[in-house]
T-cell receptor, first 113, second 114 residues
Framework: AQSVTQLGSHVSVSEGALVLLRCNYS??????LFWYVQYPNQGLQLLLK??????LVKGINGFEAEFKKSETSFHLTKPSAHMSDAAEYFC???????????FGSGTRLQVQP | GAGVSQSPSNKVTEKGKDVELRCDPI?????LYWYRQRLGQGLEFLIY????????KSGLPSDRFSAERTGESVSTLTIQRTQQEDSAVYLC????????????FGPGTRLTVT
């Protein structure tokens, strides 16, 4: 069975500050990992994904995440927050052979001016 | 359109009524998923269609929930005898045959059971 834990349901940062959203997963097989963003009243949009290869993956809007197998983590970062980054962020995992995604409970990011 | 569309965007129904939610996937996408998002929670997988294979219904919470898909096009999620705990946003996603894992999500249907 697979599961995802996102630490912190709400994160608040100042504009220009580092964004760090935490995600830990459990999976019995090598995982495929995703971060999605959900803006108010919109559907989910893929930010980035890790399937195989380089463990540091870069996504849209300046976000990146690093797959750390030893820590079973896939934390999302952005060096400098922008007001437009305010949204809800979901980490998700998919195991090979099972195409559905298992999502974390989400982290709402607030960006203060 | 270019993306996944869902209708209606909002649905208010009385407890005990049946509802149908519709999803139009991206043209050519062979896989289609339904998820449920309760307030303040992550997405729960409900059901998955892949081409002509038997659907994976392992996420359906009760026999009041069912879904159909016509070929590789429209899907309908039906909830019979709705209960207040069915209130949630129901999201549909589709995936293309050449992309193993990237799913494209629709805007969702917000269901409120009164």
């Amino acid at each position: 069975a697979q599961s995802v834990t996102q630490l912190g349901s709400h994160v608040s940062v100042s504009e220009g500050a580092l964004v760090l959203l935490r995600c830990n997963y459990s999976s019995s097989v090598p995982p495929y990992l995703f971060w999605y963003v959900q803006y108010p009243n919109q559907g989910l949009q893929l930010l980035l994904k890790y399937t195989t290869g380089a463990t540091l993956v870069k996504g849209i809007n300046g976000f990146e995440a690093e797959f750390k197998k030893s820590e079973t983590s896939f934390h999302l970062t952005k060096p400098s927050a922008h007001m437009s980054d305010a949204a809800e962020y979901f980490c998700a995992v998919s195991e090979a052979g099972r195409r559905a995604l298992t999502f974390g409970s989400g982290t709402r990011l607030q960006v203060q001016p | 359109g270019a993306g996944v569309s869902q209708s209606p965007s909002n649905k208010v129904t009385e407890k005990g009524k049946d509802v149908e939610l519709r999803c139009d996937p991206i043209s050519g996408h062979t896989a289609l998923y339904w998820y449920r998002q309760r307030l303040g929670q992550g997405l729960e997988f409900l059901i998955y269609f892949q081409g002509n294979s038997a659907p994976d219904k392992s996420g359906l919470p009760s026999d009041r929930f069912s879904a159909e898909r016509t070929g590789e096009s429209v899907s309908t999620l039906t909830i019979q005898r709705t209960q207040q705990e069915d209130s949630a946003v129901y999201l549909c996603a589709s995936r293309g045959g050449t992309e193993l894992y990237e799913q494209y999500f629709g805007p969702g249907t917000r269901l409120t059971v009164t």
